[in-house]
């Protein structure tokens, strides 16, 4: 069994607050419903949204002596995720705001994205410093309907919450959505492949500078890497 709390930061769009469409709120009910501890933040500005990751969020772990999951319900892109008053989170950002949580879980965050492309937040992990910015993160590849999002971390969760692994509790979200959309990703193996990807695109760089170099008319190799700038 996990012992943990799902921590909700919603920022739905003006459109969807006039029409009803929470569905970090919904998600938030479903989960108390089954028991599941979860708390719940509306944030609509970048204030409010870093005011939830600090102050709220010491809050709920006070409430429940438990660490959190992040999950985080907005509108979204490849670059980061957009808030209801029109402010912009880039991945880069949001890893600099969600690093000191990590930390003190010693690297052990999960966070579910909620977003269309909010598998992209992976890209928080391709750094080359020494830190994994979460140990799991959950997404969709693409662009998924609210519905299909709200059924399918209600899924996530009670599966998650009976002590299946991420890999399982994705497939049942895939499956009670009917989307196969939806992604894992761990921050260590995303890491180790884009640092992998970076070392041959560097060594191949060099390598084609060198040929080109070799290849440049009345000049030798040697002479050509000893000319000065």
Known sequence: ?????????????????????????????????AGTDAYYSLSVSKEMFQCSLTERLSAAYQNFHKFPIIHISAHGDENGIALTNGDYIPWEELRAMLSPLNKIMQGGLLIC???????????MAMHEDDELPFWALIGHHGSAGWSDA?????????????????????????????????????????????????NEHRRQSLIDVLLERTNEPSQGLGATLMQKP
Not at 113 to 123: K, V
């Open 1 to 33: 069994m996990v012992n943990g709390f799902v921590f909700i930061i919603e920022s739905p769009s003006e459109f969807d607050i006039l029409d009803g469409r929470t569905e970090g709120r919904t998600l938030c009910e479903a989960l108390r419903l």
């Open 150 to 198: 709200a059924v399918a971390y209600v899924s996530f969760y009670h599966n998650f919450f009976k002590g299946k692994s991420v890999e399982a509790s994705v497939a049942a979200m895939c499956s009670a959505s009917g989307d196969n959309g939806f992604l894992y990703r761990y921050g260590r193996l995303v890491k180790e492949g884009w640092a992998q990807y970076m």
């Open 113 to 123: 994205m909620s977003s269309c492309f909010g598998a992209s937040g992976c890209r």
